[in-house]
């Protein structure tokens, strides 16, 4: 199959590999998802509204929530509503989440300090106007 794709294709995918071996990309991305998982959770807190914001890695979700989520049962008794409004007042924002209250959203090795710092504005200014 290899000798199918082209010598670019291949040596772009070697590079990636050996990008991804060093293991310097996911320090990376724990250390932008412990970031935003901050500043979330200090958004909330600023703004006085419930969330229970979850992370691992570079994988995030929010819950409208007081409470511990930790089953498809806990989810399900989050204000999806107000989830339903906070994922339209990101996007008008120019943030975009996953549309669903049960995805979990992605932070890439793309996404810079600055990137997390516009998301966490953003995001205060949202949850305040919710």
Do not use: W
Request: charged letters at 20%; aromatic letters at 10%; one cysteine or more.
């Amino acid at each position: 199959i290899a000798m199918a794709h082209p010598k670019g294709a291949m040596a772009a995918g070697i590079a990636a590999v050996d990008a991804l071996m060093d293991g310097k990309i996911y320090q990376q991305l724990e250390e932008r998802g412990a970031e935003l998982e901050a500043g979330m959770k200090q958004a909330a807190r600023s703004t006085g509204v419930a969330v229970n914001f979850q992370r691992i890695g570079s994988m995030f979700c929010g819950y409208f929530t007081d409470q511990p989520v930790y089953s498809l049962g806990d989810a399900m008794r989050s204000d999806r509503e107000k989830f339903g409004r906070f994922f339209h007042g990101m996007l008008r924002e120019g943030v975009y989440l996953a549309p669903s209250q049960f995805e979990a959203g992605f932070i890439s090795a793309a996404h810079s300090a600055e990137d997390i710092e516009a998301t966490v504005r953003i995001a205060a200014k949202v949850l305040k106007g919710l």
